[in-house]
């Protein structure tokens, strides 16, 4: 067994790798922006394995190296070269908080070449090869990581507050944030399947769940590595109001969950519009004057001010960071929150009905009425959750069997379950 010692080039600065999108369109007096706010920088970080082999018939480690970033409180890797044969994998480890993540040829994969989000300025790399392996090599080309402290925003008069700042931090486990976009989207069914604004969407996002407070300098905390989910596929539409929304579907974690598994939670896509007046929140991953909330979860209670024939008008209080963020009416989104304005109200949400977003979700994501478990079937062990679950009345997300996700298992559930029974 042959073990390495990586050597390394650290070229600190560079690149904002993700320039602020902020079209601004001016019309009447009110200027229009995408609350969407970056995270971290890309640091160039040359690591090379070599090829190296493993003449043992037992898994070992092959190499190790720390990858070091001076002053990061979190870095993410990135692998220009990826030559792994199923039997080896690459292991990941945060010496801040001892979070591990390993992963193979498919998992590395799923991960776009990429690692999830690590606290700490150090993560110990590890190349375990598999018995008889040989030609294993990764390589690193750059690292992404959060070193300057950001300023605190958000406070009111800016962008998407809407009077006083109404948001209060929540806990919701369908409700995620988006990087390093720095957005927010939403689990909508049981096959872990999210939306987001279109200008969020991109190749090699994270989706992260039960995000920490942020630090007292309001840099970001990341959650424990099995609350991180690669984004797979997804797609798009990006031209403005109206006209900017996105679907995502999501990977598993190191334990083989999607979302769905892990928190048996998501919030619908709503069946018929909005109307004006409706009441109305926004939860999401905003910033804050107050760093310790600053892309931490909040939610923000309001209403629908106007309709539009592709967009909803709210007075829900957003910031920068609550791009993406679901618009909920009696628990279901209607729209998916995309511009703030200078003068708010209104911040505006893409309808969830526009013709373009219904099917491209049913082509990004097709699902099956009554597929509790999120296995894309409707079958035999559907109908025992909902039996199982049968009168059930403890509220929305609470009930095992809830087809139609009005908070209980009953006769209407049972009777959509098979209308799509057999569904796969
Ligand atoms: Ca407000
Ligand atoms: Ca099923
Ligand atoms: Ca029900």
Known sequence: VGRAVGRSVITPLVLFAFAPCTATLAEEERTFSTPDHPVGEFVQYQMDTGALSNHSERSAVVFAHAVHVPDAVWIRLYFSTVTLDPGSLVRMTSLHDGEVQELGPDGLSMWSNSSAYFNGDTVLFELLAGPRATGVRLAI??????????????????????????????????????MPVGCSASIYNTESCAVTAGHCTTSGLVVQFKVPASL????????????????????????????????????SNGLGERP????????????????A??????????????????????????????????????????????????????????????HCSTNCPPNYATRTDVGAFVTARAAVCPTCLGDLNGDGKTDQS?????????????????????VDYDGDTDQTDLGALLAGFGCN
């Open 260 to 275: 769905f598994d892990r928190y048996g939670v998501y919030r619908p896509i709503a069946t018929g519009p909005a109307a």
């Open 382 to 402: 559907d109908l025992g959750i909902l039996l199982a679950s049968f009168g059930c009345t403890a509220g929305i997300g609470k009930c095992p069997g809830d």
């Open 141 to 178: 080309d750059q690292v992404a990581a959060e070193i300057a402290s950001p300023l605190p925003e958000g406070s009111s008069g800016q962008c998407g507050i809407c009077g006083a700042d109404d948001r209060t931090l929540s806990t919701e486990d369908w409700a995620c944030r988006l």
């Open 277 to 338: 007046g409706n009441p109305a929140e926004i939860v999401g991953y905003g910033v804050d004057q107050t760093c310790t909330k600053s892309q931490v979860q909040q939610r923000s209670p309001g209403q629908i001010t106007d309709v539009n024939s592709a967009s909803y008008e709210t007075n829900c209080d957003v910031r920068n960071g609550s791009s993406g963020s679901p618009l909920i009416v009696n628990n279901r989104i209607v729209g998916i929150l995309t």
């Open 216 to 251: 007292p300098f309001c840099d970001t905390v990341n959650p424990p590595v099995n609350d991180q989910f690669p984004v797979v596929t997804f797609q798009k539409q990006e031209s403005g109001v109206g006209k900017d929304w996105g679907v995502l579907t999501i990977g």
